[in-house]
Structure formats: C-alpha cells, structure tokens
C-alpha cells in the first residue's frame, strides 16, 4: 500500500488549507453569533457566503466517488476530507457534509433516473438538504432488526407510521427530503428482508418534527437532530428505494462511506485540539516552570500524536481497500475504524480540554464542542459495541 499523496491532491490539500485559513477560521465566531443572534433554526448568512465562494473556488462536492462522475477516489479524499473536519460546521460549506453526503451517495447508487433528478440535483447543487430516518426511540436501534415504523401497501400508495429521533438535519428548515427506513414484511421469516426504504418528502401531510433533540447541552443548530412522527403519512409507490425487502442492503451501501467519512473529519478535529494544547501549555506556567515542561504533559503530547497516526493511518488503509476490493470486502477496515477513530478523538480532546483548565468547558475555544461531536460518533452509524462483535466474528471465521 502506497499513501504518498498525488500532485493533485497535494495541490488539493494546499488550495483547501488557504480556503480554511482565509475563510473558515475567520469566521467561527461570526458563525456561533449568527446562529445565536436570531432563529437558531435558519441558515447563517455566513454559510451562504462561504458555501458561494468554495464552490467558486472549486472545492465543491469532493466526496463524490469516482466511479459515480467525481475526481477522487477514497484514498484521495481523506486528507482533504480530514483537513475540513477541522471545524465542525465546515464541511457545508463544501457541500461534503454528513448525512448528506452519504444521502447523496445512496441516490446516485440506488435511486431511479425520476428519483435522483428531483432529489439528487438539487442536494448535489447545495440548493436542499436531507436526513436519513432510522433510529427509534422505542427499540435498540443498534440492532436494525428492531424497527418498528410500519411501510404499508395500500394501492398506488405506502402508508408510513411510526415515531423516528436523533435525525440529523431534521430541524433544518432546508431539509427537504428524508430517506425513512421501516418494514415493509414484517412477517418475512429472513428478518434482513423486512426492511425497506422510501423517500418522504418534509412537506407531507403527517410528518411532524416533535423538537430538536441536544447532546450535552448542545443543539447543533441550525441542523441540529430532531424527533419526528409519521401519522398516516402517504407517499406514491414510486418512492420506494430498490424494492420492498432491500433496506438492509441499502444500509450496508450507505453506512460504509458515511462511516469512513466520519474518521476522515475526526482525524482533523483531533488534531486540532492537539494543536490547541501545545499552543496553551507553551503559555502557561504551574508550580515554577512551564506546563509544557510538566512530564505528565509531555506524555499527553507524545500520546496524542502517536493515536493521531495510528488513526489517520488506519483511515488511509480502509480508505485503500475500498477503492481495491469494493465496501463491502473492506467491512473489516470500515468497522475497526469507526470503533478507533472516535475513541482517539476523545481522548485527545479531553486532553486538550483539561490542558485549558476550566476554560476548555467553555465556549471561549472550541473544545467541548469538538468533544460533544467525538463523542456522539461512538453512537452515530452504529455503536462501538456492534463493531467490536463484527470485528470479533470476522477474526473467529478465521480459524474454523
């Protein structure tokens, strides 16, 4: 495996760092204060003018596979992807963004030419934006064989009811569309068929959004993540994704890049926060010498760096296998990843955090936000715990 970076994604990365530096660092502040200043729920001015000038710029829809009209492969990708991942809210500007990106992806994978000219295009020109409905609140969701939102045949209509949260974008007014999971067999003796997905769009009559849901105090505003209902909500049997009974493969397709993805921006905002501790240790000074000089210091530096590594070169070689041998032969890679990458990016900001005292709890730098990100991606595509069985099972299959 070679991860020396191409000329063009050096350029990439160079041009990408400039656009950071010159508009996104700028600009955190304004963000948090437009977001503050008014309806936390509508879209900052400041991202409309960032989201103008990358596309401008032409760092617009990077994540785009290749074998699906983009320029880079996943290899390609991550270190640009890592680079904006530095700032959470970022990734919009350059329309790289989760969940859309992978909503994105499971249109141009699994969507009929009528389905992706009236949702893929407008996602893909930054014009909407989607959410992918799941998880409930009545049933361990980690186990996908659980959901109970019923999808049900009634002529040239399915009839959607159930209670769906933790839906990213749901609150964002620009969220026009969601991919729902639900069941469409319940009774199929193969649980992994009675799942499917369809597409509803926001304006549908019985789609309610019940309140933005926060993580440690935080709403993530203005996309936040919402409880929604679905009462008697009808949509054409046009709608459906694949076919009835193929939900679960759809997930399969949707979560590997999603996830992937994930550790790419992880792997930045980590090393970010550690750039944030050396920067605050160097300025300080505790019991008559410099906290950088303090051993217990210097082996938080040394350890952060080491699982910063260990994690990007983790990231780089899923990322390597899945242009190789396909997502789905590269599930190992995937799940390891998505297990280590969020444990590191905690570690390393919660370091980070206390090397700023009580200041790194505040809002006064972007730590306890970084962490309340890191923190939600031990849950977010699928816990820790239901990587580690995978990775166990795959490791036993070894040795039959």
């Known amino acids: 495996m070679d991860f020396e970076y191409s000329d063009k994604v050096k350029a990439l990365q160079k041009k990408l760092q400039g656009f950071m530096?010159?508009?996104?660092?700028?600009?955190?502040?304004?963000?948090h204060h437009q977001v503050n200043e008014g309806d936390r729920w509508q879209v900052p001015a400041i991202m409309v003018e960032l989201k103008a000038r990358a596309r401008a710029a032409g760092l617009w829809n990077l994540w785009r596979p290749r074998d699906h009209g983009g320029e880079l492969t996943n290899l390609e990708y991550a270190p640009l992807c890592e680079i904006m991942g530095r700032v959470p809210w970022a990734p919009e500007?350059?329309?790289?963004?989760?969940?859309?990106?992978?909503?994105?992806?499971?249109?141009?994978r699994y969507a009929t030419p009528e389905q992706q000219e009236q949702w893929l295009l407008p996602l893909l020109e930054g014009k909407i934006r989607s959410a992918f409905a799941m998880t409930e609140p009545d049933v361990a969701s980690s186990d996908a064989t659980n959901i109970q939102l019923s999808i049900e045949r009634d002529g040239a209509d399915y009839v959607i009811n159930g209670?769906?949260?933790?839906?990213?974008?749901a609150p964002d007014p620009r969220c026009a569309i969601f991919i729902v999971m639900g069941k469409t067999d319940p009774a199929n003796a193969n649980r992994y068929q009675q799942q499917s997905m369809v597409l509803v769009p926001r304006d549908t009559h019985g789609v309610t959004i019940v309140r933005p849901l926060t993580v440690f105090?935080?709403?993530?505003?203005?996309?936040?993540?919402?409880?929604?209902?679905?009462?008697?909500?009808?949509?054409?049997?046009?709608?459906?994704?694949?076919?009835?009974?193929r939900g679960f493969e759809i997930a399969q397709g949707r979560l590997g890049p999603g996830r992937i993805h994930?550790?790419?921006?992880?792997?930045?905002?980590?090393?970010?926060?550690l750039e944030y501790m050396c920067k605050r240790v160097k300025s300080r000074v505790a019991f008559g010498k410099p906290v950088s000089e303090q051993t217990v210091t210097l082996e938080r530096i040394a350890e952060s760096r080491i699982m910063i590594d260990q994690a990007r070169l983790l990231?780089?070689?899923?990322?390597?296998m899945m242009d190789k041998v396909g997502n789905k032969h590269a599930k190992t890679e995937i799940a390891m990843i998505k297990v280590a990458a969020p444990l590191m990016a905690c570690k390393v900001i919660d370091w980070a955090i206390q090397a700023h005292g009580a200041g790194?709890?505040?809002?006064?730098?972007?730590?306890?936000?970084?962490?309340?990100?890191?923190?939600t991606l031990r849950f977010a595509d699928g816990p820790d715990e239901v990587h580690r069985?995978?990775?166990?099972?795959?490791?036993?299959?070894?040795?039959p």
């Open 315 to 320: 990231t780089l070689k899923a990322a390597y």
């Open 93 to 108: 500007a350059f329309n790289c963004n989760a969940p859309d990106t992978g909503n994105m992806e499971t249109l141009l």
């Open 163 to 169: 209670r769906k949260w933790w839906i990213t974008n």
């Open 262 to 273: 994930h550790c790419m921006r992880l792997t930045g905002l980590a090393e970010r926060a």
């Open 360 to 375: 790194g709890l505040s809002e006064d730098f972007p730590l306890a936000d970084a962490y309340q990100s890191a923190r």
């Open 389 to 399: 069985n995978q990775i166990g099972r795959l490791e036993l299959a070894k040795y």
């Open 21 to 31: 530096e010159e508009n996104i660092y700028p600009n955190e502040k304004t963000f």
């Open 217 to 245: 105090g935080y709403d993530d505003a203005p996309q936040g993540h919402g409880e929604m209902v679905f009462e008697n909500v009808r949509v054409p049997v046009a709608n459906i994704l694949l076919g009835e009974g």
